[in-house]
């Protein structure tokens, strides 16, 4: 586990000093991000057939298609949904002044079409974001505190989000207050890896959270961005910090109604059919 944390955060953080500072690559140039993102996942790979050599017997890669497709199809809804719910956050606020024009007082169909765009682009792009849900989900998460639920995901999302903390310093995303930032991105990424640890747990492949993931990406933090950021006079902490209310609502219902532990991980599930 110490050599895939380091692979992870070492090839990560390298290659995005590299890319910027050495290759002058813009902080949303594909070819700076793609690599550094797929990292988790490919020292997943590496730890599983090198080092360890246990495999990928609980590793989720099957699609599961026939008996987890709720769960993609949460996966998939979710996030335009909790866009939903933000929006009508920021709107109660008056942070947001919703262009209601379409037919029957609904946003217009150019609007309409631009979110169903943003969706079909996260399924084709789901196993890029993969590369995050196979390190981090997949292998890490099952793997810290023996697995149990609570601490394991409580860890696995600060990891995450300290993962992340570089883009704030390169340009990907500029706060206006560093630390309160920062706090509010590791609390986002807390509350995402509850539901996306969820997806997976239920599913039992990782491709269910990697959708969600790329939902989360494609279509929930693009809509807010577009639409909240700098309202407030917080920048890009509005709309994530907006989003966190419907998102934590989602987390209190799975916790509250225990949710998270009704069912067995989906490691053992899968060793226990392992002769």
């Known amino acids: ?32 991000q793609i690599p550094g993102f797929c990292m988790p996942g490919i ?8 080092i360890t050599k246990e495999g990928f017997a609980d590793a989720g890669l099957k699609l599961r298609l026939k008996t987890a497709w709720r769960y993609y199809v949460l996966a998939w809804l979710g996030p335009p949904l909790i866009a939903a719910a933000t929006l009508a956050l920021a709107a109660a606020l008056g942070l947001w002044d919703p262009d209601l024009s379409g037919p029957g007082g609904l946003p217009g169909t150019k609007e309409l079409a631009a979110v169903l765009g943003l969706m079909m682009a996260s399924v084709f792009l789901t196993p890029l974001y ?39 310093f390169i340009g990907y995303v500029k706060f206006t ?35 969600a993931h790329a939902g989360n ?39 509250g109604t225990r949710r998270l532990t009704r069912e067995r991980r989906t490691a053992d599930l899968l060793s226990a059919q392992l002769p």
Not at 138 to 150: D, I, K, M, Q
């Open 1 to 32: 586990m110490t050599l895939f944390l380091l692979i992870s955060f070492a090839g990560t953080w390298l290659w995005l000093l590299f890319a910027r500072a050495g290759l002058g690559l813009s902080p949303l140039h594909p070819l700076l």
């Open 43 to 50: 020292a997943a790979v590496v730890v599983r057939r090198w």
């Open 130 to 168: 993969s590369g995050e849900e196979f390190g981090w989900t997949s292998y890490l998460r099952p793997r810290l505190f023996g697995g149990r639920t609570v601490p394991s995901t409580i860890a696995t999302g600060l990891i995450w989000a300290i993962w992340h903390f570089p883009l704030a």
């Open 177 to 211: 207050n560093l630390a309160y930032g920062l706090a509010v991105w590791i609390l986002s990424f807390q509350l995402q890896e509850i539901i996306l640890m969820w997806l997976y747990q239920r599913s039992g492949s990782v491709w269910a959270a990697s959708l």
């Open 217 to 255: 990406n494609m279509v929930l933090f693009l809509i807010l961005g577009e639409t909240l950021d700098g309202r407030g006079g917080l920048g890009p902490v509005t709309p994530m910090l907006l989003a966190l209310v419907p998102t934590a609502a989602i987390c209190l219902c799975l916790v």
